[in-house]
T-cell receptor, first 115, second 114 residues
Framework: SQKIEQNSEALNIQEGKTATLTCNYT??????LQWYRQDPGRGPVFLLL?????KEKRKERLKVTFDTTLKQSLFHITASQPADSATYLC??????????????FGTGTQLKVEL | KAGVTQTPRYLIKTRGQQVTLSCSPI?????VSWYQQTPGQGLQFLFE???????NKGNFPGRFSGRQFSNSRSEMNVSTLELGDSALYLC?????????????FGEGSWLTVV
């Protein structure tokens, strides 16, 4: 069956450390993968997109890797801050035959950055 | 520029009733997608509209329907509401011209069915 798994437990880290979040998937062949941030009661906010032919993407303190052989993406936040505390969602982008957008989301990982 | 606007923000309905939710995408965006978010199932894709046509559909029953107008605004309708339809309904817009276009979500409509 098809599955997308993210760290099921909440992740607590200390300010200044690097947070690493994992997204593993089975029985999907995504064309791309996206990471979103979601705060309580708010809609998800797009962070990064990485395509199937890319290994790594960076944006400021964020880095994402994509290994289509391992079927895994890692999301890193360096020099983490309390303001980074949120739920982080990975989403697989599948290319439907008709084109367009159809994202399949993981269940999310709750990150808490402590002082 | 203005973001994705969803109305109403909160609503309470009774089982068996129907509900219509509205979404105004970012100006210039032609793709509007709808998602349902619940604690148990997470974020699930309902459908996507592009230029007034449904382009993709998720695995939801026919009680869930949508439409898109010529100005790209979209509505989704849920008929014969069930308790399990209680959820955050999210609308997302994008240019829709390329897979991997950045997708922008609205703040959602919280639906409670009693």
């Amino acid at each position: 069956s098809q599955k997308i798994e993210q760290n099921s437990e909440a992740l607590n880290i200390q300010e200044g450390k690097t947070a690493t979040l994992t997204c593993n998937y089975t029985n999907y062949s995504p064309a791309y993968l996206q990471w979103y941030r979601q705060d309580p009661g708010r809609g998800p906010v797009f962070l990064l997109l990485i395509r199937e032919n890319e290994k790594e993407k960076r944006k400021e303190r964020l880095k994402v890797t994509f290994d289509t052989t391992l079927k895994q993406s890692l999301f890193h936040i360096t020099a983490s801050q309390p303001a980074d505390s949120a739920t982080y969602l990975c989403a697989l982008g599948l290319n439907p035959t008709g084109g367009g957008n159809k994202l399949t989301f993981g269940t999310g990982t709750q990150l808490k950055v402590e002082l | 520029k203005a973001g994705v606007t969803q109305t109403p923000r909160y609503l309470i309905k009774t089982r068996g009733q129907q509900v219509t939710l509205s979404c105004s995408p970012i100006s210039g965006h032609r793709s509007v997608s709808w998602y349902q978010q619940t604690p148990g199932q997470g974020l699930q894709f309902l459908f996507e509209y592009f230029s007034e046509t449904q382009r993709n559909k998720g695995n939801f029953p026919g009680r869930f329907s949508g439409r898109q107008f010529s100005n790209s605004r979209s509505e989704m309708n849920v008929s014969t509401l069930e308790l399990g339809d209680s959820a955050l309904y999210l609308c997302a817009s994008s240019l829709g011209t390329d897979s991997g276009n950045t997708i922008y979500f609205g703040e959602g409509s919280w639906l409670t069915v009693v």
